[in-house]
């Protein structure tokens, strides 16, 4: 196992904590059955995976959960404490009074006492529970982020969290919230791949010190439809150079994406 570690990363705001630079990401489309979603979890701790990304919205927290506890009871992994579980805020919770209650929620999903990274999702608030994609565009609105951050820095004062931050945020609204965080973010998650690369974000990001955590390296859902994820594995230049190199096209895609920032 210790030869196949996954380096780790030291994340700003959360007093010496260290993230995996690699994660397991737990949203699935379409969505998988809890089952199959709980089985895939433990086959990933098997494999040396200690740091999973979930969110309420992907409905994956539970079996999450179910598995972290199964691999602590077979032995798997001796404490929670080796993994690194990241969740997310939705945005039908992305109000001032509502942002502790999710987090709770959250964390009783998945058996556990406290997040290591929890981020909200997207600068965005639902007017209610959505049942359909996309959204209705009547139901959607910005975030009072001053107000939502100021609850997000309270899940870490209170231990329901180790870090906090943010996901597909502009560098116009992480300079937003820098302009009154007591606690900056420790973490932007976004799309970063070879063909949307977020250079002037990351350039934004390295100078304020904020971690840029890239999801969707393979493809996602720039210039895409939903689910189409081929375009970046089937690109003809990073299969010449994963050829070259001796590699797959994904280990060069990922190779990228740690390279870039």
Same mark, same amino acid.
């Given at each position: 196992?210790?030869?196949?570690?996954? =380096? #780790?990363?030291?994340?700003?705001?959360? *007093?010496?904590l260290t993230m995996p /630079?690699?994660?397991?990401?737990?949203?699935?489309? =379409?969505p998988a059955d809890a089952e199959t979603i709980k089985s895939a979890m433990l086959e990933a701790i098997k494999a040396g995976y200690r740091h999973f990304d979930t969110a309420f919205v992907y409905g994956s927290e539970q079996p999450l959960g179910e598995a972290i506890a199964e691999a602590l009871n077979i032995g798997?992994?001796?404490?929670?404490?080796?993994?690194?579980?990241?969740?997310? +805020?939705? *945005?039908?919770?992305?109000?001032?009074? +509502?942002?502790? @209650?999710?987090?709770k929620m959250s964390l009783k999903n998945l058996q556990l006492e406290y997040l290591d990274?929890? %981020?909200? &999702?997207? =600068? +965005?608030?639902?007017?209610?529970?959505?049942?359909?994609? =996309? /959204? @209705?565009? #009547?139901? /959607?609105? +910005?975030?009072?982020?001053?107000? /939502?951050?100021?609850a997000m820095e309270e899940c870490q004062l209170l231990g329901l969290t180790k870090a906090i931050g943010v996901s597909n945020f502009s560098s116009k609204r992480l300079e937003d919230i820098l302009s009154f965080a007591k606690i900056p973010p420790a973490v932007n998650q976004v799309e970063m791949n070879p063909f949307w690369q977020q250079k002037e974000l990351n350039q934004l990001c390295k100078a304020k010190g904020i971690h840029v955590s890239a999801h969707s390296p393979l493809g996602g859902s720039v210039g895409a439809k939903l689910g189409d994820n081929n375009r970046i594995l089937d690109c003809d230049v990073l299969k010449e150079i994963a050829a070259a190199k001796g590699k797959t096209?994904?280990?060069?895609?990922?190779?990228? *994406? %740690?390279?870039? &920032?």
């Amino acid at each position: 196992m210790d030869e196949n570690r996954v =380096p #780790e990363v030291s994340i700003a705001s959360s *007093c010496g904590l260290t993230m995996p /630079v690699i994660g397991m990401g737990t949203a699935t489309y =379409p969505p998988a059955d809890a089952e199959t979603i709980k089985s895939a979890m433990l086959e990933a701790i098997k494999a040396g995976y200690r740091h999973f990304d979930t969110a309420f919205v992907y409905g994956s927290e539970q079996p999450l959960g179910e598995a972290i506890a199964e691999a602590l009871n077979i032995g798997l992994i001796k404490s929670r404490d080796e993994l690194f579980i990241t969740s997310k +805020l939705w *945005c039908t919770f992305a109000e001032q009074d +509502l942002v502790i @209650p999710a987090i709770k929620m959250s964390l009783k999903n998945l058996q556990l006492e406290y997040l290591d990274l929890y %981020l909200i &999702h997207w =600068p +965005l608030k639902f007017s209610k529970e959505v049942s359909r994609f =996309p /959204v @209705p565009k #009547e139901e /959607v609105f +910005l975030i009072d982020t001053k107000s /939502v951050w100021s609850a997000m820095e309270e899940c870490q004062l209170l231990g329901l969290t180790k870090a906090i931050g943010v996901s597909n945020f502009s560098s116009k609204r992480l300079e937003d919230i820098l302009s009154f965080a007591k606690i900056p973010p420790a973490v932007n998650q976004v799309e970063m791949n070879p063909f949307w690369q977020q250079k002037e974000l990351n350039q934004l990001c390295k100078a304020k010190g904020i971690h840029v955590s890239a999801h969707s390296p393979l493809g996602g859902s720039v210039g895409a439809k939903l689910g189409d994820n081929n375009r970046i594995l089937d690109c003809d230049v990073l299969k010449e150079i994963a050829a070259a190199k001796g590699k797959t096209t994904a280990q060069v895609t990922f190779s990228l *994406c %740690l390279i870039n &920032h």
